[in-house]
Each structure stands twice: as structure tokens, then as C-alpha cells.
């Protein structure tokens, strides 16, 4: 009877963790519960069984994501990241059966959501891919829940999402034991006042709002190219084709237009005529234009670079910050700078598609009280839902309107809530183009003051419960 409870945990668990994961988003909420089977069977088993079982349930969940990851990393890369996180929460499970099991600690509910929190806190502090192994983004749907992001950045919703399971499973495991009464209740009151919380923020209104109304366009896949030897009749071709989506844009009245990451690519021959085209469109049209490009520096450097130009001013010319492993060994070398200007008064900011990974990286756009963040992107067609969302938390965290343009992937405007006002998608790899007016609104948010606060809060009271762990045994020890 033992082995059949097992292995239902490790299904149920498995299964739950596997649609959660999903790349769609649709089945966040199974997250919520994924744990609590695997937390459950841990309290009854040895700590090597537990090991055992929460590796392979969290494996199973993991596997939702091996045919992404063998489409975007070499085969024994993504087999490594495949295995490395269930490796990662099996060890978490362990010392939580341990700080519930042997030390029983009342506050033993939270070491579960204190350690997982505490390794995304390391996780996105160290990750060449900042904080795209978060759990939390799963959550993007559930409105009044991320709200929380805007206090203690997406980590909060990571500690939300793993207190819940941890709290149901230490109550029925200490259902006979009135010391876990307190903290029980405790941990469903902080879930409760967060999402409360979030849905006061989803209904206020800040006051001093502005308008602004602005265009997105991908042209059809087929007319893009990254080459190491772009023709130059082909790139005047592309920027020929937006310049039309620009104009058709401009007469459905958008004030600002933005287009997605290596729209073209520009060498010394083509730049000018390219730039040209695109300075033309603005002026022409009286149009602000955001446009992202490739600029060939010599035949073995190039840099992934966004403009925003108007009435024939250059605003910015940005060089991406934070590359992709694949730019990096493909001879793009990054920048060092944001790049923030004032569009028709209002403090705006461009970065471009995985910029948006990195929590402290946008953090720096906020000290010049930016409203309006303007994203080129290029996705990699599945995770365009995942990869748009990404960007979206960042403004939940700083109070920042999102405005991104990806190819193959997701053409988003999303408030400061993180609520996608409209949304278009090319991920057929077909033209597409959004037009719609959205409010801006100055917001600082606590995080956006504050950073990480909440994950060195996290970062003390694992210490404190490993050193809890550690005291009991030496009392072991010296019995």
C-alpha cells in the first residue's frame, strides 16, 4: 500500500508540475497544488526515499520544457538543465522533511517556500539567463496574484505559490499538534492580504494619466534574414516594407511606432540608405519610430542595436545590454548603457528582448522615473507567450507600461499591472500590426525603491532554519 501512495505522489505531482510548466500558461493554478503529494509522502519515508521522489516527480514536470530547450541549446545542454533543477528541488525536499520531520519547528511551514525562494533568489542573481528558471512567471495569468511583484519583485509570487502547498501539507501532518496552529493560519492569512492586495491594486486609478497611442508591426517572416552577408537590395527591401506598415499606421492615428528586434541588418554600405528610409518614414508621417537592428561593425563584430528616431532626431540608439549565448558566440558584443528620452514628455526607456530577463538591469531604467518601456524582440515561436510575460513582470515590478514588438512571437501593450491591454501574435511567422491607445501613468513602485529586499529576508531565515537543523544535530550527536 506504501509503494501504491508513492507512486500516485509522484504521478499526480509529476503530472501537475508537467502541465504548469506548459509554455501557454493556461495551467498556472496546477502549480499551487503540484507539491503537496511529494510534501505529503516525504513526511512518512526515509530521506533517501524523499530524494528519490521528489527528483522524479519534478522530472516529469521538467520534461515539458526538453523540446523547447533542444530547439534553443545544443542537445547536452539542454538535457543538463533538464535534470539540474529536479536534482535542485529534490535536496530542497530533503532539508524540508528534515526541519518538518526531525527539528518540528513550528515555523517548519515556511522552510519549504524560504528554501525554493532562496534558491530563485540565487538563481537570478547568478544566471547567465537572469531570471528565466523562475516558477513564477507560470503565474503570469493570475492578475491579482502578481500584483505582489510591485513589493518584493516576482520572488514573491515563487514564495506565494510554494507557501500554499507547504501549508496544506504541514496542517495534515500536524493535524494532532496545536503548535503548527498558529503559523498555519499565519501563512494562509499572507496569501489571503497578498491577493487582496493585488485586487485593490487591479481597481485603483493613479491620478496625473497620459495617452498615448502607439503602432506595432512585424513584416512576414520570410522577408527577415541574420546573415553574416546581407545583401544589401534585400535590406533596403525590408526597411521599403516597413516604411509602408509605418505610413499605414500613422493614418490610423499612431503616435509612436514600434518594430522588432533585427529588423534589418546594416553594414557601411546599406546603413545610410537603410537609415535613411526609416528617418524618412518618421518625418514623413510625424511619427515617433522605435526600430531594431543589426549593425555589422566589420565581418567578425556586430551589435544588436534599437533607434528611436523622430522628425528626423535621433532619441537613442541603444546597443543590447544583455545577449543571448547564441549572439555571444556569433561575434554580437553587448553594450553598457540604458538608454532612456523624453517622447512627446514623456520619460521613456528602450531595451531590447532579453534585457527584460534582468530584474537589476530594468531596475536602473527607474531612476529616471520612466512611465513607457519600448521592447524590439524576437522570440523563438513557443515560448512567445513565456517570453512576452517575462517582460510584462518587469513592469508590474516598476510600474512600467510594456510596449514590445516580437517577431515569432507575441506583440504585446501591457499596463503597470501587468495586464495585457492588447495583444496580437506572429508566431505563423505572418505579418501582423497592432495599433491601440493606452493610458501612462507616473508609478513607483516599493521594489523599484527597495530591489531584493525580500530575498535577503529569505536569505536569513534559511540560515536560520539550517542552523536549526544543524544544532539538532549535534544534540544527536552528543546524546
Known amino acids: 500500500m506504501k509503494k501504491l501512495w508513492i507512486a500516485l505522489a509522484v504521478i499526480i505531482s509529476g503530472l501537475c ?14 502549480l499551487w497544488f503540484a507539491p503537496i503529494p511529494v510534501l505529503l509522502v516525504s513526511f512518512y519515508t526515509s530521506a533517501k526515499q524523499t530524494f528519490v521522489i521528489a527528483g522524479t516527480a519534478y522530472l516529469i514536470g521538467r520534461l515539458s520544457w526538453l523540446s523547447y530547450l533542444l530547439t534553443v541549446l ?12 529536479p536534482l535542485i528541488f529534490a535536496s530542497i525536499a530533503v532539508l524540508t522533511r528534515k526541519i518538518v520531520v526531525v527539528k518540528q519547528s513550528k515555523w517548519s511551514v515556511f522552510a519549504f517556500p524560504v528554501l525554493w525562494s532562496l534558491f530563485e533568489f540565487i538563481l537570478c542573481k547568478f544566471s547567465a539567463d537572469g531570471t528565466a528558471g523562475s516558477i513564477a512567471y507560470s503565474e503570469s495569468n493570475l492578475l491579482p496574484l502578481i500584483q505582489v511583484a510591485s513589493l518584493t519583485g516576482i520572488l514573491g509570487i515563487t514564495f506565494l505559490v510554494t507557501l500554499f502547498p507547504s501549508a496544506v501539507a504541514v496542517a495534515i501532518y500536524c493535524r494532532h499538534n496545536k503548535k503548527f496552529l498558529l503559523p498555519s493560519v499565519i501563512s494562509f492569512l499572507l496569501i489571503l492580504i497578498s491577493i ?37 537590395g534585400d535590406e533596403i527591401h525590408v526597411a521599403d516594407l516597413y516604411a509602408e506598415e509605418i505610413s499605414k499606421l500613422a493614418r490610423q492615428g499612431a503616435q509612436v511606432i514600434v518594430l522588432p528586434e533585427k529588423m534589418v541588418n546594416i553594414t557601411a554600405t546599406v546603413g545610410f540608405p537603410v537609415k535613411s528610409i526609416i528617418a524618412n518614414a518618421a518625418t514623413n508621417n510625424h511619427v515617433i519610430i522605435v526600430a531594431g537592428y543589426t549593425e555589422f561593425t566589420n565581418d567578425s563584430i556586430k551589435q544588436n542595436m534599437a533607434l528611436v528616431v523622430s522628425k528626423g532626431n535621433l532619441l537613442a540608439d541603444y546597443q543590447k545590454v544583455n545577449l543571448f549565448e547564441g549572439e555571444a558566440m556569433n561575434g554580437f558584443v553587448p553594450g553598457n548603457k540604458t538608454a532612456t528620452f523624453s517622447l512627446n514628455n514623456i520619460p521613456s526607456g528602450v531595451a531590447i528582448c532579453k534585457d ?20 524590439p524582440a524576437w522570440d523563438f515561436i513557443t515560448d512567445g507567450w513565456l517570453h512576452s510575460r517575462m517582460a510584462i513582470l518587469r513592469g508590474v515590478e516598476n510600474g512600467l507600461t510594456i510596449i514590445r514588438t516580437a517577431r515569432q512571437g507575441q506583440l504585446t501593450i501591457s499596463d503597470y499591472r501587468g495586464k495585457v491591454l492588447y495583444e496580437a501574435s506572429c508566431t505563423n511567422n505572418k505579418a501582423v500590426s497592432l495599433i491601440a491607445t493606452v493610458s501612462l501613468q507616473p508609478i513607483q513602485t516599493f521594489y523599484s525603491r527597495f530591489g531584493d529586499w525580500f530575498g535577503y529576508i529569505n536569505t536569513i531565515a534559511a540560515i536560520y532554519f539550517l542552523f536549526l537543523l544543524i544544532r539538532k544535530q549535534k544534540q544527536n550527536l552528543s546524546v
Open 74 to 85: 545544443p542537445v547536452v545542454m539542454a538535457i543538463v538543465f533538464t535534470i539540474l533543477f
Open 356 to 375: 527584460l530577463d534582468y530584474q537589476d538591469f530594468i531596475r536602473t531604467y527607474t531612476a529616471g522615473k520612466i512611465q513607457v518601456l519600448f521592447v
Open 17 to 30: 508540475w508537467y502541465f504548469s510548466f506548459d509554455l501557454s500558461g493556461d495551467y498556472g493554478y496546477l
Open 196 to 232: 487582496l492586495y493585488g485586487v485593490v491594486r487591479m481597481n485603483s486609478t493613479p491620478p496625473g494619466q497620459t495617452t498615448m497611442t502607439a503602432g506595432l508591426a512585424v513584416v512576414d517572416e520570410k522577408f527577415h534574414s541574420e546573415t553574416n552577408n546581407p545583401k544589401p
